[in-house]
């Protein structure tokens, strides 16, 4: 772990039960927006941080981050506010590194939330992708990424002023961070199991309507009764911006689950 300093948002009062949430790729702690003081007007103290190399937190060396990584970065963030357990969830990217965490950190994590993410690891032709994308990345900048994955990252419907808002957020990301991403991601291995024996309650929300990860690759741990799993209609990658009250009191569900208030 390193001694970097997460940017970060924190709602509710400190001693309050703690929930943090993970952006995803190649976004940063501002997709929580809607979702932040709601949860926390509820009783719990909200943090999310923004993962290192997005948004403001410091940039990164691309060749050394894994999931596991930035697991090790958000445990050490974690421990600047006590060493009780967190419930964590995380969206996309954010997802695979929870899940990475409460594999190397399972004392920090009383349940854990996947939001339009999944446990599996990359197929080969997504991971060929991935080494396509980080080479346009090199060549010409974040934006490299516009305008498909804007578009990707919402569901068909969706107006066009979530559209603008994905390609400004797009826009503003590094691209060191932005290919350190793409590169642990790549390498990630499969985390079905971690799930499948996480002691705890979990969530899992999806969008059925996601381009990025189709519902069908959405966790359905079997005989696992500790959980709030929700396909939301109609919704895509972003369910926290296309169905915020769906994305609020899901998490609400989940978060009191194990820290009622």
């Given at each position: 772990?390193?001694?970097?300093?997460?940017?970060?948002?924190?709602?509710?009062?400190?001693?309050?039960?703690r929930?943090?949430?993970?952006h995803g790729?190649?976004?940063?702690?501002?997709?929580?927006?809607e979702?932040?003081?709601p949860?926390?007007?509820?009783?719990l103290h909200?943090?999310c941080?923004?993962?290192?190399?997005?948004?403001?937190?410091?940039?990164?060396?691309?060749?050394?981050?894994?999931?596991?990584a930035?697991g090790d970065?958000?445990a050490?963030?974690?421990?600047?506010?006590?060493?009780?357990?967190?419930?964590?969830?995380?969206?996309?990217?954010g997802?695979?590194?929870a899940?990475a965490?409460?594999?190397r950190h399972?004392?920090?994590?009383?349940?854990?939330?996947?939001?339009?993410?999944?446990?599996?690891?990359?197929s080969?032709a997504?991971?060929?992708?991935?080494q396509?994308t980080?080479?346009?990345?090199?060549?010409q900048?974040?934006?490299?990424?516009?305008?498909?994955?804007?578009?990707k990252?919402l569901?068909?419907?969706?107006?066009q002023p979530?559209?603008?808002?994905?390609?400004r957020?797009?826009?503003?990301a590094?691209?060191?961070?932005?290919?350190?991403g793409?590169?642990?991601m790549?390498?990630?291995p499969?985390?079905?199991?971690?799930?499948?024996?996480?002691?705890?309650h979990?969530?899992?929300?999806h969008?059925?309507?996601?381009?990025?990860?189709?519902?069908?690759?959405?966790?359905d741990?079997?005989?696992?009764?500790?959980i709030?799993?929700?396909?939301?209609?109609?919704?895509g990658?972003?369910p926290?911006?296309?169905?915020?009250?769906?994305?609020?009191q899901?998490?609400?569900?989940?978060?009191?689950?194990?820290?009622p208030?």
């Amino acid at each position: 772990m390193s001694d970097a300093l997460l940017a970060f948002d924190s709602s509710g009062r400190r001693e309050n039960p703690r929930v943090a949430l993970l952006h995803g790729w190649p976004l940063d702690r501002a997709i929580w927006s809607e979702v932040v003081r709601p949860v926390s007007s509820a009783g719990l103290h909200v943090l999310c941080p923004d993962l290192p190399g997005f948004g403001d937190s410091p940039s990164t060396e691309p060749d050394r981050w894994t999931v596991e990584a930035y697991g090790d970065e958000v445990a050490a963030f974690l421990l600047r506010f006590g060493p009780e357990p967190a419930a964590l969830a995380g969206h996309s990217f954010g997802g695979y590194v929870a899940l990475a965490l409460a594999d190397r950190h399972p004392e920090l994590v009383a349940a854990l939330g996947l939001v339009a993410s999944r446990t599996l690891a990359d197929s080969e032709a997504g991971r060929k992708g991935r080494q396509e994308t980080i080479a346009k990345v090199r060549a010409q900048g974040s934006r490299a990424l516009l305008p498909d994955l804007a578009r990707k990252l919402l569901a068909p419907s969706a107006p066009q002023p979530l559209v603008d808002r994905a390609t400004r957020m797009i826009e503003r990301a590094r691209p060191d961070g932005v290919i350190a991403g793409l590169a642990a991601m790549a390498a990630r291995p499969d985390r079905t199991a971690v799930l499948e024996s996480f002691p705890g309650h979990a969530l899992v929300l999806h969008g059925n309507e996601d381009q990025l990860i189709p519902e069908r690759e959405a966790a359905d741990p079997k005989g696992f009764r500790a959980i709030v799993r929700e396909i939301l209609p109609g919704i895509g990658h972003m369910p926290m911006w296309e169905a915020p009250q769906a994305t609020i009191q899901a998490i609400l569900r989940w978060a009191r689950a194990v820290h009622p208030v």
